[in-house]
């Protein structure tokens, strides 16, 4: 079943669409989640996340649905993850789309879905150009919200490496979005 035929069953407010989001996507929207949360947490996340998709489609009707959902998922998360700190009190909690907010452009277009869009785009042609050990390690961290520590282990680098190509492709990233504009 294509996303767009995914679409169609939410517009029609068949039941059917959110079995299907979950059969199609279900294991890698449980990973991103757990990547920021508890496995039991993440789980919740995501029947928010099918909740949210009935609630909102339509009236939206997103060009592109995995992306949609996705940052759907994402902010979800983000937000039971800051709920949690704030009943704990623990310490500071940086989330991912903090450290990129600062090279992330101010949405010009009229709806979310665009905005999403254009920021999908710029970072699919940065990635294109990158090498792939570095475009692993930037979506290791950005989207899956892996510590450098984590990815200077799983992939055999120094901490130091890692750390040094991130900053590096954030600032790169950051060019493309201005040259983009």
Same mark, same amino acid.
């Given at each position: 079943?294509?996303?767009r035929?995914? *679409?169609?069953?939410f517009?029609q407010?068949?039941?059917? !669409?959110?079995?299907?989001?979950?059969r199609?996507? !279900?294991a890698?929207? =449980?990973?991103?989640?757990?990547?920021?949360?508890?496995?039991?947490? %993440?789980?919740?996340?995501? $029947?928010?996340?099918?909740?949210?998709?009935?609630?909102?489609?339509?009236p939206d009707?997103?060009?592109?649905?995995l /992306?949609?959902?996705?940052?759907?998922l994402? $902010?979800?998360a983000?937000?039971? =993850?800051?709920?949690?700190?704030?009943?704990?009190?623990?310490?500071?909690?940086?989330t991912? /789309?903090?450290?990129? %907010?600062?090279? =992330?452009?101010?949405?010009?277009?009229?709806? +979310? %879905?665009?905005?999403?869009? &254009?920021? /999908?785009?710029?970072?699919?042609?940065f990635?294109? &150009?990158?090498?792939? +050990?570095?475009?692993?390690?930037?979506v290791?961290?950005?989207?899956?919200?892996? /510590? *450098?520590?984590? *990815?200077?282990?799983?992939? !055999?680098?120094?901490? %130091?490496?890692?750390?040094?190509?991130?900053?590096?492709?954030?600032?790169?990233?950051?060019e493309?979005?201005?040259?983009?504009?």
């Amino acid at each position: 079943m294509t996303d767009r035929e995914i *679409i169609q069953l939410f517009i029609q407010r068949d039941e059917e !669409g959110i079995a299907e989001t979950e059969r199609i996507y !279900g294991a890698r929207l =449980l990973r991103i989640a757990e990547g920021l949360l508890p496995r039991e947490d %993440a789980e919740e996340c995501l $029947n928010d996340l099918y909740q949210a998709l009935w609630d909102h489609i339509p009236p939206d009707e997103p060009a592109h649905f995995l /992306s949609y959902v996705v940052t759907i998922l994402k $902010n979800l998360a983000r937000n039971r =993850l800051r709920d949690m700190n704030v009943k704990k009190r623990s310490g500071e909690t940086v989330t991912l /789309s903090d450290e990129l %907010a600062d090279i =992330l452009p101010d949405p010009k277009t009229d709806t +979310e %879905a665009e905005a999403i869009f &254009h920021v /999908s785009d710029v970072l699919n042609r940065f990635l294109e &150009h990158e090498k792939p +050990e570095k475009r692993r390690m930037f979506v290791l961290h950005y989207w899956y919200g892996q /510590s *450098i520590e984590e *990815i200077a282990g799983k992939m !055999g680098f120094s901490l %130091a490496k890692v750390e040094k190509a991130l900053t590096r492709m954030k600032k790169k990233l950051k060019e493309a979005f201005r040259e983009d504009n």
